[in-house]
């Protein structure tokens, strides 16, 4: 067989191997499956007027729940070791980025070599006249200095994707942030109302154990007059006893609530400054749930799922392009010689090399098809998660909306029951002094004249943090 025809079977069969190699599987689209509703719930599209593009220092009245926020957003260990990973995820795309560019460095190198005289190269190296009285010289040095380079050509945009997947993780991370932002400041608020709450809850106690001292006194007066009985004066006991005790729990409640917010802040206990006012007179701030495809930009969360599903997406790109040659491009230039004192006789101490590399997968091809096929299913899986991440931040939204609502008909019923055992408590006690009713009356009404006014105080709480919720919910807060 001559050489021409061996050579024509040797490119024919490169060729077979290089089309074979680039056979790649096809990728499942990842598509959203459901489209936003046009609202919330059964009501008609609203107006595009949303609270969320109100800054939190805005919608915030309380100037000291806005100073413990502004504290939160300096010194918070999880906020902090967020923005950590943003710079992380800034460092992983200037790797990716610097892919892109030839390496290039500089090599110094020396070294021994001896070899037998009777192989193939001792006897060249034995024979070779290198120059009239130049010997060379047995064993034989080996000293270099020479700049080098290598470059992976960018063929397939494998390199330009992956760069493109790590920016979009970086956005994502930017938009982990600012999550962790708005629920940083969501909870820092829930807590600071939680504490005002307890603050009333623990003055409206305060109040009712005078109240009953006052009546355990008339008691014991009754029983000295014998209108009254041991049994009814150690009744009387017992309330306070127990109103005594429910003080000390929220006393601990407070410092707990306290400790808490201070955790928040990131430092160590100490006493949080807050409103001194009536707790029932404070108002829910008014919010505008404006329409839910406003949700895709506003919330953080949701920008976030986004940007790690276009990441995935480009994932599977870089993995199908593995299935494809790759070239890559080598150069060195510099000077070599068996002895120093040679190094730099030009030109006959000059080195230099120019190779082109092009290299296709063909017995691994099952390891690159496993890492296709699960770069596919991560596409897939960041698919689901921005599905699920929509649902969530709609059905949120939807839940404190109609929670604000039933709330307001819910606290409008409680203040009616005060109102009305607030006067059955004067009633029962004018009543108990003329020896009308017994004492387990009273005690039942100024029982139950705590309890509803606790209640009260918790409606008003939660109505306070629906609000918080819903700015939270529409992604507002980290703007």
């Known amino acids: 067989m001559s050489k021409l025809k061996i050579y024509q079977y040797s490119v024919a069969l490169g060729l077979c191997l290089a089309v074979a190699s680039c ?4 990728a499942e689209t990842a598509t959203t499956s459901t489209p936003v509703p046009e609202a919330f719930g059964t009501a008609k599209a609203q107006d595009t007027i949303t609270t969320a593009a109100v800054k939190w220092n805005e919608f915030f ?7 413990l926020i502004d504290v939160a957003l300096k010194n918070n260990q999880e906020l902090n070791m967020t923005l950590q990973e943003i710079e992380i995820a800034k460092n992983d795309v200037r790797v990716r980025k610097g892919l892109l560019l030839p390496s290039a460095g500089i090599r110094a190198g020396a070294g021994v070599e001896k070899v037998g005289r009777y192989t193939s190269q001792g006897a060249g190296d034995a024979t070779t006249e290198i120059k009239p009285g130049i010997e060379t010289p047995d064993p034989l040095g080996d000293f270099t200095i020479a700049a080098y380079a290598n470059w992976e050509v960018d063929i397939w945009r494998k390199l330009r994707n992956s760069k493109k997947a790590a920016v979009s993780r970086y956005l994502a991370s930017v938009e982990g942030k600012n999550f962790v932002v708005t629920n940083l400041i969501s909870e820092i608020a829930d807590n ?9 809850q623990l003055d409206i106690v305060k109040q ?4 009953q001292s006052n009546a355990l006194e008339i008691v014991k007066i009754q029983k000295q007059a014998a209108r009254a009985t041991e049994l009814g004066v150690k009744k009387f006991e017992a309330e306070v006893l127990t109103s005594k005790s429910l003080e000390f729990d929220i006393l601990q409640q407070i410092k707990e609530t306290e400790n808490k917010i201070n955790f928040l802040l990131g430092r160590y206990p100490q006493e949080i400054k807050r409103t001194n006012t009536n707790f029932l007179t404070l108002l829910p701030a008014s919010v505008s749930a404006g329409i839910p495809s406003q949700l895709l930009m506003n919330r953080p969360d949701v920008k976030q799922a986004e940007l790690e599903l276009i990441a995935a997406k480009l994932d599977v790109k870089v993995a199908k392009a593995e299935f494809y040659p790759s070239l890559d491009i080598s150069a060195a230039f510099g000077v070599q010689a068996f002895k120093p004192s040679y190094l730099f006789t030009f030109p006959e101490s000059i080195l230099y090399s120019l190779a082109g590399d092009l ?4 017995i691994n091809r099952n390891a690159i098809k496993a890492e296709f096929s699960s770069a596919n299913a991560r596409q897939l899986q960041a698919l689901y998660n921005y599905d699920k991440t929509i649902l969530n931040a709609y059905l949120e939204v939807s839940n404190q909306l109609s929670k604000i609502d039933n709330l ?3 606290y409008d019923l409680k203040s009616q029951q005060v109102d009305a055992l607030n006067t059955s408590i004067d009633v029962s006690n004018d009543l108990f002094k003329s020896a009308r009713v017994d004492y387990f009356e009273v005690l039942m009404t100024q029982r139950d004249a705590l309890e509803s ?3 009260l105080i918790d409606t008003k709480k939660e109505q306070l943090n629906a609000a ?3 700015y939270r919910s529409l992604g507002g807060g980290w703007k």
């Open 208 to 211: 009712t154990i005078t109240l």
């Open 61 to 67: 009245k309380d100037q000291n729940l806005v100073d």
């Open 192 to 200: 600071y109302y939680e504490l005002l709450a307890l603050d009333s």
């Open 468 to 470: 918080v919720h819903v």
């Open 23 to 26: 056979k790649a599987p096809v």
């Open 408 to 410: 307001q008909k819910s």
């Open 359 to 362: 290299a296709a997968p063909l």
């Open 453 to 455: 006014k606790l209640e």
